[in-house]
RNA sequence: AACCCCGUGGUGUAACGGUAGCACAACAGAUUUUGGUUCUGUUUGUCAAGGUUCGAAUCCUUGCGGGGUUGCCA
């Protein structure tokens, strides 16, 4: 029972493990490189919860690096969104934040070593002329008829190149490799394309801009990053990657390592399909409680900490595998179960005259604050003649496992009495308005009476006197289908049409004091989060995730 | 069918040639002033066939199945 059995391995710990026994290197440097076109999702989480977890573990160092390369799709208010997404995971970069746009001096001489060594040359053919040139999966490209000019011209026009003689599309610098290559990625690969438009950071200076793969390797190498670790997509990249590294004078040799990028079952984490669904208005922006984007379950109240106990759940494995998303909802549930304060608040409110007991009076209730703290004492909570409670919480024909109100039936009322239900008013539609009540005043604070008796149920309540009015979202997932992305048709048609309903609800009064941000317990209900489009004359609550419910199963099934 | 990667209960993940373990899910029970929490128990698995070995999820071969790759995206 050594510390070591407990650790979590995966094969990419086991790799930096080696290389840190056999001494190749002395300390770990990971590295996160989002390119900044859009906003991260629980997909990214795994590979931030990786390589700072590893940097971490390792006593190493992590880098947030944006992979700036294409300014046509870039913005910096994807930087800004990015990093506050990532310190609110809970990891810290320190001083190692970079941009590979930082590079591009550096990455320009490169290029030009590569060309003076006859490993690159300019290529006038048009985009469609090299795609036919390389070929396909089963036949060999064909060499480019510039693919032997000189140094000299090739130099010449790499210059021009980036002094901006062409225009977008006219030339490319290309790398010479091998056309009758099996891995298309080797078959002469772009280095540097011709894009006229401005940089979110490097302005104009620039008109030309080097490729995805001329650039991370490098990149990795200057910063000294021991371990790139990348997902699946990237694996017959890593040839190419190599490729540079050997052929190139960089300062050091990363390892470029590829793991299964994480996906959830009912959840679709697709960019573009994302992008739609918010520019279409299917949600209300990225930041929609329902959205996997970070700062969308960030909104809906799930606790960073749930999100971190998930992707180490979850694991790092080379298998393309789907992960459930009750998992996450069980992390989540097991967090704001320790830490979220209890409340009662009743949704479908339906109301309760408690006949016998006076007009004017007010009791105090006291109420456990939370039962997995009780270090924390009680709150107060107020009682009186005239109470909501749960529309579901009664019922008129109710089978024989129903444990809470019903005509003539007995409940206790958390914290409070137990109230009997002797009479059902009833509009002229025959809907159920009103619950006349009796009291037992033997049985305050919800304790057992002398006389033995016995009572199943327990259901929570709010005084209509003194409730605070709430909008409560209740939310449910985006999709009904367990795969959106890979079922037959457009994910479009598998929309949860019910991922949100609203309600107008009655809130215990102390809520009216909880801010923001705040996650609390609706006991009986599940968490809930007060939203940042609450006012100060009017409350919006989220559901974060509804509490476990063996009754609705037992309901269903009969 | 060119090359590459991957196959362990329902979903994931561990076991590194030596008792197939864990989490979630499901089911049953106990406790409970939340039909919550907690606790106990049960069910279900190594893709297949050969081979190597005293012994194979693990090594080898073949087959089967799934995925990826033909951007001047990352």
């Known amino acids: 029972m050594s510390e070591k059995d407990h650790q979590p391995t995966d094969f990419i710990r086991q790799v930096i493990e080696e290389d840190l026994k056999s001494g190749k290197h002395k300390e770990i440097v990971t590295r996160f490189p989002p390119e900044p076109n859009g906003y991260l999702h629980i997909g990214h989480a795994k590979s931030i919860c990786l390589n700072f977890g590893i940097a971490q573990e390792f006593e190493g160092q992590c880098n947030l690096r944006f992979d700036d390369t294409n300014p046509a799709k870039e913005d910096v208010e994807y930087v800004d969104s990015i990093k506050e997404d990532v310190r609110w995971l809970g990891f810290d970069w320190g001083d190692n934040l970079y941009f590979a746009s930082d590079y591009f001096e550096q990455l320009y001489t490169w290029a030009v070593d590569l060309i003076k060594e006859g490993k690159a040359y300019v290529d006038d053919q048009t985009a469609e002329e090299m795609s036919k040139g ?16 000189s140094v000299e011209e090739n130099l010449a026009l790499f210059q021009e190149m980036r002094d901006g003689k062409f225009g977008d599309g006219e030339k490319v610098l290309r790398a010479k490799i091998d056309m009758a290559h099996p891995n298309m990625n080797m078959r002469d690969p772009v280095l540097y394309r011709i894009t006229h438009i401005e940089h979110h950071r490097s302005g104009d200076k620039w008109c030309i801009y080097p490729m995805y793969d001329f650039t991370h390797g490098q990149s990795d190498a200057l ?12 694996e017959h990249h890593r040839p190419l990657y190599e490729w540079f590294i050997d052929n190139i004078d960089v300062p050091s040799k990363p390892r470029q390592i590829e ?34 984007t970070i700062s969308g379950i960030r909104r809906r109240g799930y606790p960073s900490e749930a999100i971190r106990n998930f992707c ?18 069980n992390e989540v549930r097991q967090v704001l179960n320790r830490d979220a304060l209890r409340f009662m608040a009743v949704l479908d409110p339906l109301k309760v005259i408690v006949t016998n007991y006076p007009e004017e009076k007010v009791e105090e209730m006291d109420a456990v604050k939370n039962p997995e703290k009780p270090e924390l004492g009680t709150r107060k909570v107020p009682f009186c003649r005239e109470l909501y409670i749960e529309r579901d919480d009664f019922m008129e024909d109710a089978p024989k496992k129903f444990f809470r109100l019903k005509p ?17 008013i009833k509009d002229e539609n025959g809907e159920i308005t009103e619950l006349h009540c009796t009291y037992d005043p033997d049985t305050r604070g919800g304790e057992n009476p002398p006389d033995g008796r016995k009572v199943k149920g327990t259901i929570h309540w709010v005084s209509a006197r003194h409730a605070v009015d709430a909008e409560v979202r209740v939310y449910d997932r985006l999709f009904k289908e367990e795969n959106p992305d ?18 107008n609800a009655k809130l215990e009064p102390g809520l009216g004091e909880i801010e923001v941000g705040e996650t609390v317990q609706f006991e009986r209900l599940g968490y809930f989060c007060v939203d940042t489009d609450s006012s100060d004359d009017k409350k919006i609550v989220n559901r974060t995730v509804p509490l476990r419910d063996s009754w609705a199963k037992i309901a269903q099934k009969s």
């Open 134 to 149: 390389r070929g396909n999966l089963q036949t060999p490209g064909e060499n480019s008829p510039f693919r032997d000019r």
């Open 223 to 234: 910063e000294g990053v021991t371990h790139s670790l990348c997902t699946l997509e990237f």
């Open 408 to 424: 003539g039936g007995e409940v206790r009322f958390r914290c409070a009495y137990w109230l009997k239900c002797e009479e059902v």
């Open 486 to 503: 890979a079922a037959e048709g457009s994910f479009l048609d598998y929309l949860n049409p019910n991922s949100i309903e609203i309600k």
């Open 312 to 329: 180490h759940n979850v694991g790092v494995t080379k298998f393309k595998s789907t992960h459930d998303i009750g998992l996450l909802e």
């Open 259 to 292: 793991f299964a990028k994480l996906q959830l079952t009912y959840t679709m984490l697709g960019k573009r399909n994302m992008r739609f669904l918010v520019e279409n208005d299917y949600v209300s922006g990225w930041d929609d409680p329902r959205m996997p």
